[in-house]
């Protein structure tokens, strides 16, 4: 009998690479493949070279790299709609800010606007790891 085991991860691209390589170990050790959402921009910054070879490995292994956003840069998460007010109840003020600026972050979510993120994306993903992401998870 085999076990379908799905695991997937957030803003891959951030936080503690040596925590990742570990991640990328454990799955390689016990033979299970992860897809990894990765924002291309994280900050709105390049991913750090550190990053994308852990990436970068993590394709060789045999894991999926997805597109998670293009920069986690928009208040309360709403860089791709509006935030949920579940989600917003755990994000810091975030029903204030979205109660606030919700008219500029709508100015952003026109389908040209998005078109272009997604499409500067895609591009990153091409220049950075030689592939085009299949998938997209958008935040929050």
């Given at each position: 009998m085999s076990l379908?085991?799905?695991?997937?991860?957030?803003?891959a691209g951030s936080g503690e690479v040596e925590r990742f390589r570990e991640l990328l170990k454990f799955l390689r050790d016990?033979?299970?493949?992860?897809t990894f959402f990765t924002v291309p921009t994280p900050r709105?910054?390049?991913?750090?070279?550190?990053?994308?070879?852990?990436?970068?490995?993590?394709i060789d292994d045999g894991h999926?790299?997805?597109?998670h956003?293009?920069?986690h840069s928009a208040?309360?998460?709403?860089?791709?709609?509006?935030?949920?007010d579940f989600v917003l109840d755990i994000v810091k003020d975030g029903k204030k800010i979205v109660q606030e600026r919700r008219e500029e972050i709508e100015k952003e979510l026109t389908v040209e606007k998005i078109t272009q993120?997604?499409?500067?994306?895609?591009?990153?993903?091409?220049?950075?790891?030689?592939?085009?992401?299949?998938?997209?998870?958008?935040p929050c």
């Open positions: 379908l085991f799905i695991f997937s991860n957030d803003d016990q033979d299970v493949r992860a709105s910054k390049p991913i750090p070279e550190e990053w994308s070879h852990a990436l970068g490995s993590a999926e790299l997805e597109m956003g293009l920069n208040p309360a998460g709403c860089e791709f709609g509006i935030t949920p993120k997604l499409e500067k994306g895609v591009v990153i993903f091409k220049r950075t790891f030689n592939m085009v992401p299949e998938g997209f998870r958008s």
